[in-house]
């Protein structure tokens, strides 16, 4: 993991991921862990005192910790280029991430968001539009396309180790949701089973689109057509039950299966040979692999660290640029807007699936056409 | 993982672990993952320009950028105590750990020093007594014992979930070394194999205190003897084959086994009933363990994060210090400078037991009478 | 696994099953494995000379090793009752299980038959109706419910211990029809992808009727409707990919898993509490997966001991109408004609679904009402 | 698995195996798997009533089920050949093997006995000589070399897969005497932990000694030498601890495990590239493996199978001698009568370093010589 040199590490700035946030702190350390990027600001929570203290927590300096999002713009664009952060990253509940990165972008900061992007594709189309008008970096966290074996397997399915894909599945299995967790004061709970703060979707907007993103990122190819069962367990709301993300891919010569608890390993059936088992760091993974493995092979590395692969990227995309040199988006190897949009369109034809007695339903949209 | 207020992050300065380093850059990402601690001084390298060309990677300034250990230790104590490091990282190849970890400790500064932590018993009982003469944090980074699941495998152990402990089997295997990695130009194989840089054991040297200390770790047990055997497999060497650690332990009512590559997973083989696997963060946990976790259940962490939780238990352990609070190296959990020794003696042990045909030999000591 | 007691062994007579078939080997080593039952007589292909050097092969002696099932069938009713098969398998190619079996019950034989029992509905209900009237023993080989461990899940779920049922996942991937084996020589291969002689399904005929059965025997529930989607990747035919039967129940308290490629572990997530994983023959199983089990804990018992299992149900029920004891086939413990006449139900309705667009479809019958 | 063609079934007796027994119903179950052999006759027990009693359970005729070993030894001697035994099993415990299997021998018998062979090697190397006089088949059942992947551990090891061999491990780890079984009236336990009847080992005596077979059978080497250390953890015996058996094998090219409890599947990691994993059946096994296996790719199998692997290559020997054809022992591939006195050796030699301070001691013997 080497990146071009600049003088000075990059700076950024956290809106929302207080005191109690769970992804706000993943994105702090997936920030820290490599050394290439500082937090200077923030504004972390909706509360202005709460937002104040958590600052503290983090060690900010007090005039860039902020009561409220619009002060943290309002204060950035009031400090010169040397000072100012150079990305925001944005990680409060999914039904604020749109007036922010809109402000943000228009503003012309580059953008990290926590997915799912937005709650509708209208949303998330004006979104998209804004940052092609800018040109900025806008990334969305699916973390998991960071994680070494991810990009191994997106390397031989595009490459031909499996032949032509048949049939992909994706499983993504919760069970913290199981009991009534929302009656029982879990903040993470609570946003996730009310419509006006989740969307649409309860586990299908929290974690439907990872399986989207996973079986697009891998296979390069796009969903045509979907027919979807939702159906809503405990009282109110709609759950996935255990806990496990499992992805395989079948084609015409063998298959790929990784499973995200045991993220070091990539199982290859090859049609008529034994099974193999590529590990992270080992000899013979492709480039984009080894450049995601931290660590020799042997030394497990996590979701923390594949977390860190989506802020690398970013890295090295924002350094290009400030160089000046031509910017290399797909090459850095972060999920960018278009994934975003494309998370929301899937979760939008999901429930229309499943609201219309799980009639056949195609992706199509505007910006396919 | 929470720590106590203070106005600022930890300070740090490190001591080898430039360009092409492995653990060198462990530890600074460990370091660095949770916001606490910032690298601002280096003497990264043994040769000066190598030293500051890796400390310009880092963004290290110019004026704490160092061509020698012995430069940077000048200049920290010509710095006034706001702007002095607060403690420094020692992760040079072996045989540099004896002089330069006891000039810092002489001169006062905590230590967090790479394992082994020398090469003779002789310079760890020398070094020991410096530590206890000043008082100082001394950390041994024997990593393992970060891994949340070692410390309910502790918790469980020696609060007698399993009876009395019966047997003990920790296995520590490598195949990195199979082939002749020294002769093609690794530098990580070329000092291990070379008894001025390694001492006077190679794998056993590299790895084995590692064993010793999980054993101590998990069981609050002393060895009390032992009988080697060691074997020079390739050209000139000690070699252990394959690539895992796995530790189990087996008592009257029960067993309980880890593996280092599977490291979120504790099996629990209680007599009498089906095997249980105990993940991270999930309910029932010990306080300790739960406490080494950062993400949720179903998200794994690896070496990095386990690392990091020694630094973590370094930090609290300082700014209890720094806040006059009563300090509390047990409660902080991080190994200590008698794991060092014990570490080293079992490691000479070993030989001396290997060389004299297999005898059985007791690991009594000075410091234990 | 003990029998109640009578003079001797029980004797079968097998048509189908000579020498290329696998199925038919299967059968007859689970029918051996517990010394209780003799293979007496036989119709082993459909070619009367294959038929008869099978016979030779399995050293039938030269008066029962028939050319055709209608010359064994015939003769067996000419001899004594002393002399007389107790039950006839049936293991031929699928569209022959319809007249042997009709004609086997008709005459007033025992009968095991391979699954899927027929080809249509109609032909399953005319065979049911015929096993009513005569109230043999009729029992449909799906061996997969005579693992251990199935029958442990089976009482688990049914004696609530992980609740409501909320969701259950049942896959089955198989790897050897990916390549056109059909087109080198394969006679497994030929019959699965030929309609005339597979049925109007061919993997889901083959193996689709294994998961309808493993739910329903698990979870003692019916399926009341479903939406299908069959498609043909090879050429001509429909296909799965891969080679695993795995099946997973969700309920409000827990979740069970079952893989059958390790067949003698049962894992099992109670919701707040570690995943625990119960093995064959261990402490605390449930009696009927004792009865299960022939070996202690640690003895990998497989396929074909559960297939034995069938058998051994079989002659539990037989031997005990040969002593006029009431008879109970659901102690015994066998999947009965009932099972038979759902899975072919169930194949259809499959068909059904695919066919109209995936539409979903009942699975009400006749015989429900 | 196919075998010469020969008129009729092979017949065999059985001694010990009565109605608590454990090794003998496993015996029988591996006989009676393929349709090969039948059993015709036995001394199933010491005590004569229950001998009898157990005969009837196996639906024994009366003429030929015996109260005693000798009452079954003479009247097969008094039996015309195409009535007569074709061998006999002996599945007493440990201390009466010497005197049945030297009986049957010098009558000329052909004999199956369960290991360890005898109790000395005085009275191994008797039996040897009696054996090697006759030119009889004499088959110890050590089941382990039955599994097919143990037969294709044993092919990649000595067709030089993994280079030259390094090291081999092998634990045998059991957990049902970790409590007082012996007190609680288990048969099993009890013969196990006393003197008089287990000999001068415990769980080394009981197991020991498949741990020396599967190296020697696997590597195709010789032990050397060893240092052992053996030490009694419940009142008054020997024991070892938890259940699993584990082989791995490592090379200067790589390295093979295998676990008996997950017996289908051989892991094989060459240097340098992922590890593998071949299982049961699958293309490229090695003919011997092929051969070993029943069923297909996916379809578990177990213990019995391997066991009955072992009757399947005497069943081949003893064929062969009917048809006059040159008898192939290694060809049938079932461990021999000089596999027996290695492992009473064995077993004599651990007991032997063990006494003596764990002293290194020499394997050699006169047969070596």
């Known amino acids: ?54 600052g503290r927590d983090l060690f900010l ?34 039904h604020l991430h749109y007036p922010i990165a809109k402000a943000f972008v228009d503003a012309g ?3 990290v968001c926590d ?14 539009r804004a940052v092609q008008r800018q040109g900025q970096v806008f990334a969305v966290s699916y973390n998991y396309t960071g994680y070494p074996m991810i990009r191994q397997m997106r390397h031989m399915v595009q490459s031909g180790a499996i032949g032509s894909v048949q049939k992909v599945v994706v499983e ?15 903040k993470q709970a609570a946003w996730r089973v009310d419509p006006a703060l989740g969307g649409i979707a309860g586990a299908m907007g929290d974690i439907g689109s990872h399986a989207e993103n996973l079986l697009t990122t891998v296979t390069g190819l796009t969903i045509e057509s979907l027919c979807a069962d939702l159906s ?9 039950d255990d806990a496990s993300i499992l992805l395989r891919v079948h084609g015409t010569e063998g298959s790929l299966s990784w499973s995200q608890e045991t993220p070091n390993q990539l199982w290859h059936s090859a049609i008529g040979a034994p099974a193999s088992v590529l590990t992270t760091a080992s000899h013979g993974l492709c480039e984009s692999a080894m450049k995601a493995s931290r660590l020799p092979a042997g030394h497990p590395e996590g979701f923390i660290e594949a977390f860190a ?33 494309r998370g929301v369109r899937f979760i939008e034809k999901v429930v229309e699936s499943a609201l ?7 992706l199509t949209s505007h910006t396919d056409a």
């Open 1 to 54: 993991m080497t990146l071009a040199h600049t003088s000075r590490r990059l700076r950024y700035a956290m809106v929302g991921g207080g005191r109690d946030a769970f992804i706000g702190a993943v994105h702090r350390k997936a920030a820290a862990l490599d050394g290439q990027i500082d937090l200077v600001a923030g504004a972390l929570s909706s509360g202005p005192e709460k937002a104040r203290d958590s």
């Open 61 to 94: 300096a007090d005039d860039r910790n902020h009561g409220s999002w619009q002060e943290l713009l309002a204060d950035e664009l009031r400090r010169s280029p040397e000072d100012r952060i150079d990305f925001v990253s944005i990680v409060t509940p999914n």
């Open 109 to 111: 900061f580059h953008v």
């Open 115 to 128: 997915k799912p992007l937005v709650h509708t594709s209208a949303q998330a189309l004006d979104l998209q």
């Open 172 to 186: 993504y299995q919760q069970g913290w949701l199981a009991g009534a967790a929302e009656s029982s004061g879990s």
């Open 232 to 240: 809503t367990m405990g009282a109110g709301r709609t759950l996935d």
């Open 309 to 341: 692969n989506i802020y690398l990227g970013v890295a090295e995309d924002i350094r290009a640029r400030l160089q000046g040199l031509p910017t290399t988006p797909a090459a850095a190897g972060y999920p960018q807007i278009d994934s975003g949009v």
């Open 356 to 362: 219309s007695s799980n009639k056949w339903t195609l």
